[in-house]
């Protein structure tokens, strides 16, 4: 779920609206201030939003001090807020995929990354950030939201989310004043999306994953966007693209969100994931719920790397190996089996293509841990396609086949 601008905010200071923009940046200067992992700010955005060939540049000259900087920001606040489902709780699940997350990154080199919270507590860093600041993020969001409406910039959304109460909506502005002070590349906030239900013990009618950016009048519109779509790429390989019609295409843009952005405050490439609704089975279902968000983190640490590998190099595959997320040691063969084995057949007959089964899409079969018909026609299409007779569910040379191509231990 996600937060709205609120219009509670004290508005403590009148811009002219002649000099509403460059005052913005006056009023909030990207200064060089010591990063989190004690190098100083890259001075090459200190005072403009970060473009693509900035992101590209600033990735391939890497060093051991100056690094892409990634700000994962998980929705919600420690504890509270956020959608919740039989068990399954936004609030942690996005946790979760964060650490995920920023150990993939961390390991591959090019990119420090920081949290701002964790399921307990803000990260210090942003917990004094905030106390410090407040009366400074009311003045900097004041004066971003006049000079937005003197450009004219702010228009309406085309989703309905919540409204923000003021002191998490002044958390979320102080994130982006903390971000574009500390010459943030990438900001990724990561929620799971919920649909209002008239019983909210059942499921909804939508499933799928939908990435919020900033709307194109804005400045970082355009490069979140590239590195939002090469996300979505990778997601949406294993995962079905939201059939909410407001959120078709995946990409959304949203000019009054305000983790990415509202009235133009993000100077990051700046995007809000909807990591699937949160009563898709695969989270409902405890067994499973940690493999899936640790799959889900992969795929967008993946999707990041392919936005900064790819325009370098096309030799890029889309094929990993999913045995770094887990050991499939056990033939599947029915309801009875583990979820976390289905899960990871499910993965391997998704990479041959088989799942979903034929007439099918990833809303009605979804990627679940589940065994049931989906995955049973799936087997079959599998074994009809390698000459495998005699087998009900995954017997041995079933097995021994889906590991030989997909599970390369
Ligand atoms: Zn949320």
């Known amino acids: 779920m996600v937060m709205r601008r609120s219009f509670s905010l004290t508005t403590v200071l009148i811009v002219s609206s002649a000099f509403g923009y460059v005052f913005f940046y006056f009023i909030a200067p990207r200064v060089a201030v010591p990063f989190f992992d004690g190098s100083p700010a890259s001075a090459a955005y200190a005072s403009a939003p970060v473009s693509v060939a900035d992101l590209y540049a600033n990735y391939d000259a890497v060093t051991s001090s100056k690094k892409t ?10 504890g509270s807020g956020g959608a919740e ?76 989310h919540l409204s923000a109460p003021t002191n998490v909506a002044l958390r979320l502005y ?41 709307a194109q009048q804005y400045d970082n519109s355009a490069t979140s966007k590239a590195v939002a779509t090469s996300i979505l790429r990778r997601l949406s390989m294993y995962n079905p693209v939201s059939n909410l019609p407001e959120e078709s295409g995946g990409v959304i843009e949203d000019p009054q969100l305000i983790a990415v952005g509202a009235h133009n405050t993000a100077g990051s490439a700046t995007m809000l994931i909807e990591y699937d609704y949160i009563y898709q089975p695969q989270f ?96 079959v299409t599998f074994q009809k396609k390698n000459a495998i ?16 191509i997909y599970w390369k231990e």
């Not at 920001?73 to 420690?78: M, Q, S, Y």
């Not at 990561?190 to 990435?211: K, Q």
């Not at 493999?291 to 096309?314: I, K, W």
């Open 69 to 78: 900087r990634v700000l994962i920001v998980p929705g919600h606040e420690p």
């Open 174 to 214: 102080g994130i982006t004043k903390w971000a574009d002070e500390n010459a943030i590349d990438i900001t990724l906030h990561l929620h799971f999306n919920d649909h209002d239900r008239p019983r909210l013990s059942a499921p909804g009618p939508y499933s799928g994953v939908a990435i919020y950016v900033p």
């Open 284 to 379: 409902a279902n405890a067994k499973v719920r940690s493999l899936a968000l640790q799959d889900l983190a992969y795929q967008t640490y993946l999707g990041v790397q392919d936005f900064f590998t790819r325009h370098a190099s096309t030799t890029s595959t889309d094929s990993y190996d999913p045995s770094t997320l887990y050991a499939w040691r056990t033939p599947v063969a029915g309801v009875d089996a583990d979820p976390k084995d289905t899960y990871a057949l499910q993965t391997a007959l998704l990479m041959d293509g088989d799942f979903p089964p034929a007439g099918k899409s990833l809303h009605s079969c979804p990627h679940s841990g589940a065994f049931g018909a989906c995955t049973r026609a799936a087997i």
């Open 85 to 160: 489902f039989h068990g399954a709780k936004e609030h942690d699940m996005v946790v979760e995929i964060a650490q995920y997350l920023q150990r993939y990154m961390d390991t591959q080199g090019n990119y420090t990354t920081i949290m701002t919270r964790d399921a307990f507590a803000w990260n210090p860093i942003f917990a004094r950030y905030f106390t410090e600041n407040k009366d400074a993020i009311e003045v900097w969001d004041a004066a971003a939201r006049q000079s937005a409406a003197s450009l004219g910039l702010d228009t309406l959304p085309l989703v309905d």
């Open 389 to 404: 007779e005699n087998e009900n569910g995954v017997g041995a040379k079933t097995f021994a086949l889906l590991q030989k």
